[in-house]
């Protein structure tokens, strides 16, 4: 079936650092993908998002780009900040079932001044 | 516009009793889908209403059920609850209309079984 793996976290960055979440996915078909961000004690919210291979997703200094080849979908960010701290998760959709998610196990991300 | 609200945003309950949770999703927005995030599992995929219909659903127990409104309001009844059953349940809402595949989250209904 279809999965999505993340990096182990938790990921500690001093500010400013520049900040990599690595994502895998498993697919049968072309999914969209998606990355969430979960600030402690709240819902999730949509990051960005890529609907195709080579799209590139960009939102608040974030970037990930599909990558059918490697079937990737990196989370990049050139300089973090401490109110980046939050869980970040990968997830993916497909237009068939375009109602289920299937997300990743999230990533905590720890920035310190 | 409004984002999805959820209420209530946290709850206690007692195994065996029953517990309903309800999602009001985004204006104009006629899918709702129910998530369950436990830190075993994860987030897990319950089901998706939409048009007051079940369109899809996840592998959970008969015990987990859900309706929708004609104004796409959801709710989500969890029967006989059990501890496993303590968890954030998420309801993120949609267009629904296989084009625009974003889903927004509300921030979640805390349940805790004792």
């Known amino acids: 079936g279809d999965s999505v793996t993340q990096m182990e976290g938790p990921v500690t960055l001093s500010e400013e650092a520049f900040l990599t979440i690595n994502c895998t996915y498993t697919?049968?078909?072309?999914?969209?993908l998606f990355w969430y961000v979960q600030y402690p004690g709240e819902g999730l919210q949509l990051l960005l998002k890529a609907t195709k291979a080579d799209d590139k997703g960009s939102n608040k200094g974030f970037e990930a780009t599909y990558r059918k080849e490697t079937t990737s979908f990196h989370l990049e960010k050139g300089s973090v900040q401490v109110s980046d701290s939050a869980v970040y998760f990968c997830a993916l959709i497909y237009a068939g079932t375009a109602s289920k998610l299937t997300f990743g196990t999230g990533t905590r991300l720890q920035v310190t001044l | 516009k409004a984002g999805v609200t959820q209420t209530p945003r946290y709850l206690i309950k007692t195994r065996g009793q029953q517990v309903t949770l309800s999602c009001s999703p985004i204006s104009g927005h006629r899918s709702v889908s129910w998530y369950q995030q436990t830190p075993g599992q994860g987030l897990q995929f319950l089901f998706e209403?939409?048009?007051?219909?079940?369109?899809n659903k996840g592998n959970f127990p008969g015990r987990f059920s859900g309706r929708q409104f004609s104004n796409s309001r959801s709710e989500m009844n969890v029967s006989t609850l059990e501890l496993g059953d303590s968890a954030l349940y998420l309801c993120?809402?949609?267009?629904?209309?296989?084009?625009?595949?974003?889903?927004?989250f509300g921030p979640g209904t805390r349940l805790t079984v004792t």
């Open positions: 993120a809402s949609s267009p629904g209309d296989r084009v625009s595949y974003e889903q927004y």
């Open positions: 697919a049968t078909g072309y999914p969209s």
């Open positions: 209403y939409f048009s007051e219909t079940q369109r």
